[in-house]
């Protein structure tokens, strides 16, 4: 499932620590922090009582009925066993938070915020819509490229017992109107953030987030073919899916890279920008995008597929999902040179040798 439609480790684990954001914004976001983490935990039914409550959409209770039997295949893959979607949270509103990310104007390096114990991340997730417009058009008027994304998923990485929310059931691919993909997105997006409650480095969220996209995506896709067999449409409903994203991901991972060029060249600031607009002019273009991206944008995608490839070639070295897992599981901070470490392949390499090590 693309990270573009989810926030894969909620900055909401703030409510457990103190944190340094700066100036008013520093009280304001704890607040509502505390109070929607809260409040979706007030919310929570157990997730049988929800499968077995004729109220609640018979579409619904059969995805949530499949959710036990996804964990548990989560969990013989190597995944850790979590108490993450025992409940059941009916949201009024089509998203679970709506994500920020900075950057600025001619640079790629996005603005971090870090908190003690739960370490730096490059965005801050708001439980309320109003809120994550305010701080978006705040950091744009002190002249950043800013962005508000919604949503339909996070993971408090481990700080609390994470709610499965009516935003994460899919409708299958709304291009289509198959349903096909529906199963297939549920799966994805609770391994995905399983792989958060079981590999997650402070401080490191590219790694954390391309891991979680690699495994989540080729987790989903073994599940699919036990359950439905390889040739089933199902199957071949998911990998189209995947197929396309990824298309357009490569696509967007060349404009990052265009600009990267650009940025770091000596051209005057001025025929910079006006080169940014015709790379971006041209991404627009190319995808049919409704929404014009900007830096901000462009360093959440590179957040989450940039080192795919990378976690490819893991999974090849290692043989398996489960000692790719086993693998990623014994890094530590000690095994990044600095914080947000972009460049993995030392990381990556580190991996395959200790999937090589008995």
């Given amino acids: 499932m693309s990270g573009l439609r989810r926030l894969a480790v909620a900055t909401v684990v703030a409510v457990a620590v103190a944190a340094t954001v700066g100036g008013c914004l520093m009280p304001r976001y704890l607040a ?4 929607g983490q809260l409040d979706l935990l007030r919310k929570a039914r157990p997730i049988d009582d929800a499968i077995r409550d004729p109220d609640v959409p018979l579409a619904i209770r059969e995805l949530l009925a499949e959710v036990p039997a996804i964990k548990a295949w989560a969990r013989q893959a190597g995944l850790s066993a979590t108490r993450n979607y025992n409940t059941y949270v009916q949201l009024d509103h089509d998203y679970a938070v709506y994500f920020v990310g900075v950057a ?3 640079s790629l390096t996005p603005l971090r915020w870090c908190f003690p114990i739960a370490g730096c991340f490059t965005g801050l997730g708001w439980f309320d819509e109003d809120d994550a417009i305010a701080q978006r058009d705040e950091m744009e008027a002190r002249g950043f490229d800013a962005m508000a994304r919604p949503a339909s998923a996070y993971s408090t990485g481990g700080w609390f017992p994470d709610p499965l929310l009516s935003t994460m059931l899919p409708d299958g691919d709304p291009r289509t109107g198959d349903e096909q993909t529906g199963y297939a997105d549920l799966a994805n997006v609770v391994i995905h953030e399983s792989v958060h409650a079981t590999v997650l480095v402070p401080d490191q969220p590219f790694f954390n987030e391309g891991i979680a996209e690699y495994i989540g995506d080729a987790l989903a896709d073994e599940l699919l ?3 439905f067999g390889d040739d089933s449409a199902e199957v071949a409903a998911y990998r189209a899916d995947q197929a396309w994203r990824r298309t357009r991901t490569e696509r967007m991972l060349k404009a990052y890279k265009d600009l990267e060029a650009l940025y770091a060249s000596a051209t005057p600031d001025a025929e910079k920008l ?3 607009a015709a790379i971006i002019d041209g991404l627009v273009a ?10 901000a944008n462009l360093v959440e995608v590179r957040v989450y597929t940039a080192s795919y490839d990378g976690f490819a070639a893991v999974h090849q070295a290692c043989g398996s999902l489960r000692a790719m897992i ?3 599981k014994r890094l530590g901070r000690g095994d990044f040179e600095k914080r947000l470490q972009e460049d993995l392949g030392p990381v990556l390499d580190r991996m395959k040798a200790l999937c090589r090590r008995p």
Avoid: F, I, T
């Fill in 32 to 35: 509502q922090a505390a109070y």
């Fill in 104 to 106: 600025p104007r001619l």
């Fill in 225 to 227: 073919v036990e359950k």
């Fill in 274 to 276: 006006k080169a940014k």
């Fill in 286 to 295: 190319d995808l049919g995008l409704w929404h014009r991206p900007n830096n």
């Fill in 326 to 328: 086993s693998a990623g």
